[in-house]
Each structure stands twice: as C-alpha cells, then as structure tokens.
C-alpha cells in the first residue's frame, strides 16, 4: 500500500507542529522519520494512523483519502517504544490478541490462529518463549513480540515510533539488522520514526529529515549523507565542523583558504562544513600551511587531545588564529576535529600539543542559507 501526505498542517493551540508537509512513500517501502526532539515526527506519524487529524491536507492510502476512515479501519499496525504488552497474557496470547478481539464471522479458528501465531513468532525468532509472560522477556525481545503482534493483523501499513529507543546500543543494533532482515521478507509499507541517525541510516530506503515541523530533505540514506540539502541536515547527519568566512564573486575565503563555489552571484557570509574525515592532517613546518602561489591551503593548529580507539584516531586541534564554531551552538568553541586512521597517526608519531597543518579535502559551503 502506497501513501501520500499531502500538504499536511497541524498545530496544538499556536504552536505549528507541522507546516504544510508533503511526502510519497512508495509501497513496499521501509522509510525513516529522523530529526531532533519536538520536530513533529511523532505527531506525523499519529495522523498517518489516524490517531490525530490534520488541521488541513489529507492522507491517501493506495489513492484513497483516509480523512474518514476509522483508526480501527486503516489496518495500520503499530509498535511504541514503550508497547505495553498484556502483563496477565502470555506472549503466545498477546500475538494472538489482535486476531481473537475479531468479530466472529471474521476470526480465524482456534488453529489457524495457533499456526499463524507460532509462524510469527518463529519469524521474529522467539517461538521457544511463547508460554512465558512479559515480565520474563528482555526489552529487546518485548519488542520483537510487540512487533510480532503487530503483524499477526497482516496490516497493510506498519507504523513504528521509536521502537527501539529504550533500549541498550548493543540490542538496537541487533534489533536494527533484524528489522531490516524483517521488512526484506515481509515487504510491508513501513514508517519508523527516530532520532537516532546512524539507526535511520543503517535500515531505512529512505530518510525523512526534519526539523521543525517540515521536511528538510527526502533521500537515500547516501543521498543525504553525501549531499545534504541545508546546513541543519549536514549539522544532524554526523559530526562535522563548521568554518565562518565570506564569498564574493564565486569565491569563498575560510581561514584564508579560498575555496571554489561555482556560483559567482552568492555574496555575503558563507559557511563551510567539513567532516571530520574530510580533514587531512600533517605537521607543521614553516610554509607547510602554503599552496605554490604562496596563498593559505590548510589552517595551522595545536593538537589539544587525540583519541586513538581501534582503527581510528580522533584528533581535537584548536587554531592558532581561528573562527572556527562548533555546530549547533551560539557560543564559539575553538575545537576542530579531524579523524585519520590510528595507523597514519602512529607514522606521524604525534602528540598532544603538536602544532599541525589541517587541510580540507572537501567543504560544503552554504552562503547566507543558500547553497553553492
Ligand atoms: N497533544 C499535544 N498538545 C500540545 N502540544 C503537542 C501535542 N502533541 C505534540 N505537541 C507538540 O508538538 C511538537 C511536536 O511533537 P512530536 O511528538 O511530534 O515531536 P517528535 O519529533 O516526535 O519529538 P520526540 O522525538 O521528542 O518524540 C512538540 O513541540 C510537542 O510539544
């Protein structure tokens, strides 16, 4: 089952949860709703299940508006991060609930709820605790089982908030794989709302990003890793350091270092995102900071701390003469850091306090909130 969003405004007295938002997602399809706390996606999420009504816009499923039709109707399967499973039931019954609350010229008999109950729960791979009640069960497993009775409904779209938000980061990421393993199988329409972009990257086909109440960017979880369309998602996506500088006629000036943006008409401030692992690093000697032309190619910093964990090195530099700010903050924080592996860190033999040479491979600039 496809569905369309379309133009969806929603707000809780004067305060706009959603603004005017709109989204195809295909059928089939696993999508991620990502974003910071507050930006609407639960809210979204409710009014797709019918849980909420939008103030203007409409949601179709397969083509259909669902305006009118009932929560019960949708045949939208739900799982919460906090999915309160019957504590009185065993699991085998809470996976079975959905089906016995049928009517009962719609309920399947007492065996074929029995086989489609333990083929659930063999698919999710619990099958062996079908007797045992859920204050028996881990948080990770109690989800599986939240999940399995969502599905015992054969719903045609699977809502998840946070399924996994309670969890520790060793059972989400197993979790995650799962789910992802899961939804290749059973290919039901599913929306999964995070905060957790590595989660969102990991499993979705695609990912919504948002932020206050709209949507920033739709894309492949490499599309928007590679090209994020505003400062807020490049920001959101990973770490990334942030440069202030200016641009006039096409050129950008970061720390002295003029960085091409191909579009001659952008003047005014400009900011420039760099990764961590887009910064090269070596050190300082004098001039090492200097293209051929004599013109500055890389800002001259002291390593403050290194980090070096398994393969990588993370290095935190401070500028000798920088305006580097951190991302998402007002206050300036001279901290820049760059990720090398922990065996070019061993060849540089480096230490806290060396002074160092760091170079941009590749920026991200964005002149006065538009990109270039
Ligand atoms: N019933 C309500 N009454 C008033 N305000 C609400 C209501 N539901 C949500 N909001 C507000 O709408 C905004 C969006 O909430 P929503 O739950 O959709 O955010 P979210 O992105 O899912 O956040 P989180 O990740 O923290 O769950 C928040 O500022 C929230 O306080």
New binding site residues.
Partial sequence: MSIEIKNVSKT??D?H?LKDVSLHVESGELIALL??????????LRIIAGLESADRGAVLFSGRDTTNVHVRERQVGFVFQHYALFRHMTVFDNVAFGLNVRPRSQRPSKAQIREKVMSLLKLVQLDWLADRFPSQLSGGQRQRIALARALAVEPQVLLLD?PFGALDAKVRKELRRWLRRLHEELHVTSIF?T?DQEEALEVADRVVV?NR?QIEQVGSPQEVWDNPASPFVYGFLGDVNLFHGRAQNGDVSIEGIQLKTGDASQNGDAFAYVRPHELDVERYSPGAELNAEGQPRGIVARLDRAIVVGPLARLELIAENGSKEADNTSAADPIIEAQISAERYAELGLREGDTLVVTPRRARVFVEGTSA
Avoid: R
Avoid at 35 to 44: A, D, E, F, V
């Fill in positions: 809780f007295g305060f949860a974003g910071p706390s507050g930006c609407g996606k639960t809210t979204l946070e709302v905060h948002m109440g």
